[in-house]
């Protein structure tokens, strides 16, 4: 590794102390790019890692609302605006209480090299705050979404920072965000992307980011000449990501065996492919018990493993969609004595370092979640693109560009890693290829 790499790298460990996951995906993003960077020495003189790594403005915010018992509560909201050298900020929300300064950072630095494998006009940026909204009343959330975005609105806008959804931030959330924010500056625009049908939403978002990991797994198979087509496909979580993953997989012929949620997974043998069996995924995640054992209950068939997680299901493929790092080293070891082919991320960041080297030395093929999962963003974008041109696009307009945007993102990695690196790399490739675009970018814009 270059000695800038490995500087840059430590840089971020000191300047972000105890931010574990930021500080993961910054040395997995950077220490692929030493043949780049090696390329390109004019990269160094212009500081470029360096200004990558540090977001072009941070903001931090206190949340004040009152709970349904008329208490006084106080959250954290937060806002990384990462980079705009390719278009304005854009990425989601997130809502959950382990949300801190490192999560939002990791989400976003991820998000740079994920809207730039689009081919699209957008830069990265993640928010969100550690309010749980798991548990609370329509109207607690409300309150909470309200004054969330009355702080956040001054920040954002449809050429500044587009924000969408992320865990715990459905339609729901920004319906009321976006209620508040079109009530605060007296104008209907798209600055928020996840919107409801009737008022600006894009037809297919909600199953893009499903439909998109599976078209980019599909390409990976065919790619080292396999067809996802009768391929048993094990997958975490229940839900967007998988009910869109669910749908596509079984319009291709695969059989998806397992959810999965904090309780533990289900195994459900005769395949997850009825309409009834995956709109339960949507059931289980809008019942606010954050659950997946009523599916067993559901559907005797399928079995419930408590406190495991679906990896150890046997199976052709695996997706994990639930969170980040959910795929350890001792999975990734298990799937290496197994015989695994094929991993794909779903969830952002959902391999520990570890893990993907362990996966890869032991001959799988990883799909990585910057790829893979950029599928929602590309639909936002796409929603963005209808907004600004006050027009509605058909669901087949927008499943139709989805689908040529990810096979272009699986090319663009290949080709990216067999330039660098000589070979087949999702990893690298995506890293790389992501990050060219950036790059050319801020070299041409100047020191700003």
Known sequence: MSNYVERCIELCKQNNPGEVEFHQTVEEVLSSLKPVIEKHPEYEEAALLERLTEPERGITFRVVWVDDNGKVQVNKGYRYQ??????????????????????????????????SLTGLPIGGGKGGSDFDPNGKSDAEVMRFCQAFMTELYRHIGPETDVPAGDLGVGGREIGYMYGQYKKIVNRFEGTLTGKGLAWGGALGRAEATGYGIIWYAQEMLKANGEDIKGKTVAISGFGN??????????????????????????????????????????????SGQ?????????????????????????????????????IQAEDAKSFVDRGVKFVCEGSNMSSTNEAIKIMQDGGIIVGPSKAANAGGVA?????????AGKTVFSAEEVLEQL???????????????????????????????????VANAMMEQGLV
């Open 403 to 437: 689908h040529g945007i990810m096979v272009g993102i699986h090319k663009a990695c290949a080709d990216a890693s067999k330039e660098y690196y000589g070979k087949y790399d999702l990893v690298a490739g995506a890293n790389i290829a992501g990050f060219l675009k």
């Open 290 to 326: 954050n659950v997946c054992e009523p599916y067993a209950k559901k559907f005797p068939n399928a079995k419930f493993f408590a406190g495991k997680k679906p990896w150890e299901a046997a199976a052709d493929l695996y997706i994990p969609c639930a969170t980040q790092n959910e």
């Open 82 to 115: 990462f980079n705009s050298a390719i278009g304005p900020y854009k990425g989601g929300l997130r809502f959950a209480p382990n949300v801190y300064p490192g999560i939002i950072k990791f989400l976003g630095f991820e998000q740079i090299f994920k809207n």
């Open 241 to 286: 990501v998988s009910w869109g993953a669910a749908l596509k997989l079984r319009d291709l012929g695969a059989k998806l065996v397992t959810i999965s949620g904090p309780d533990g997974y289900i195994l459900d043998e005769d395949g997850i492919n009825t309409d009834e069996k995956i709109a339960t995924l949507l059931e289980l995640r809008g």
């Open 379 to 387: 639909c936002s974008c796409i929603e963005m693109g209808q907004n």
